[in-house]
């Protein structure tokens, strides 16, 4: 496999950190303008948060960040130091901002870790296997969670149209089944059969009008065999921690939306289990998103998922929720990419001219 530098690099351009941004303000100002609950006194809301949830929730975001770089480290068996570590996690989340949700930052990352020394063969196989982690959390727990909520996992009918509601949980549905069927098509490719596996894409790209993708369809079913000689003979000392690390990750992302809505309206037991189980089916929805890092489909699915919880405050609190657990990134990626490239890049040929 041949990596395509120059398209990995209009990925990882700082300067389309502004695409999403201006989407988001463009939703956010809309929101402002249409929607007679956002008034100068909900904005002023902001005022009534409480400290130490908002704290709490700041503390929290950064408990899945060092998940996220602890989960790296165990997947590439300490190739990467913690400072490493950090700069994947750092540029991987940028280009997930940057990119389309349904994208994604997948050759991003293969790309990261290449350049951080990693064989490719190696580096396939563990975006692969965080990619196939991260799918099995929401295929496996979105069944437990919709049992949990008791059936408040979609907005009622009071807070949402009866026809925007059904088009919801149709979206939801969808998005749920292609991952669930992804995700059991690519752990059985890579764990079970990766060369049959192999021969089904050989042979349904083989169909005419399917033919032009073939040769990418060769390719990656030799990836996935590649990935799966690398993943071969990992035992449970391997597996366990990183599946206990997604878990964490994905747990912290969510609870940090808990805490924040916490600062402004007290929430009881019941209520937090059902926020918790809204975030993950709202996430779902937000895969499917065209947009870079679901820049305006997020601002708009939080205030139809989590208006009956926050009433006047729910535009001060999205906002709040994004400057938390997006746009950080897209500042710490412009920052942290032009270093990366000159000590990936240009110290590696300085050292190998001396």
């Known amino acids: ?32 303008y249409f929607d007679p609950s956002v008034t100068e006194e909900s904005l002023k809301g902001v005022f009534d948060a409480s400290i130490p949830w908002l704290i709490l929730a700041i503390v929290v975001i950064l408990f899945r960040d060092l ?22 996690i750092i540029l991987w989340e940028f280009a997930s901002a940057v990119t389309p949700s349904v994208v994604g930052g997948t050759a991003v990352a293969i790309f990261i870790l290449n350049k951080e020394g990693i064989k490719l063969g190696k580096a396939i196989a563990y ?32 807070v ?60 990656y079913g030799n990836q996935i065999i590649d990935a799966s000689k690398e993943l071969s003979g990992k035992n449970w000392k391997y597996w366990v921690p990183i599946i206990f690390a997604t878990i964490f990750i994905w747990s ?15 929430l009881d037991l019941n209520e937090n289990v059902i926020v918790f189980a809204r975030q993950v089916i709202m996430w779902i929805v937000m895969m499917i998103s065209p ?26 609190t999205s906002i709040l929720w994004r400057l938390f657990s997006y746009y950080p990134y897209l500042i710490l990626g412009a920052i942290f990419l032009p270093r990366w490239i000159r000590q990936v890049f240009f110290k590696k040929k300085k050292a190998k001219k001396d």
């Open 1 to 32: 496999m041949k990596i395509d530098n120059k398209k990995i690099f209009e990925t990882l351009n700082p300067n389309k950190v502004w695409v999403p941004i201006l989407i988001g303000l463009g939703i956010v100002f809309a929101m402002f």
């Open 67 to 88: 998940g996220y770089v602890y989960r790296i480290r165990e997947i590439t068996q300490h190739h990467l130091t913690w400072v490493r570590a950090i700069y994947v």
């Open 127 to 158: 975006v692969m296997v965080t990619a196939i982690l991260d799918n099995l959390f929401f295929v496996i727990g979105a069944p437990i969670i919709l049992f949990f909520a008791k059936g408040h996992i979609f907005p009622s009918s009071k």
């Open 160 to 219: 949402l149209e009866t026809q925007l509601q059904d088009s919801m949980e149709a979206i939801f549905w969808l998005s749920y089944t292609l991952y669930a069927v992804y995700s059991v098509v690519m752990a059985a490719a890579l764990f079970y059969r990766p060369r049959v596996f192999k021969w089904v894409l050989i042979k349904l790209f083989s169909i005419k009008w399917l033919r032009k993708w073939k040769h990418d369809a060769v390719e």
């Open 252 to 266: 912290s992302r969510y609870l940090m939306l808990n805490a924040l809505i916490s600062a402004f309206v007290p």
């Open 291 to 316: 947009t870079p890092g679901s820049s305006g489909t997020a601002e708009f699915f939080f205030g139809q998922f989590f208006t009956e919880f926050l009433g006047n405050y729910t535009f001060v």
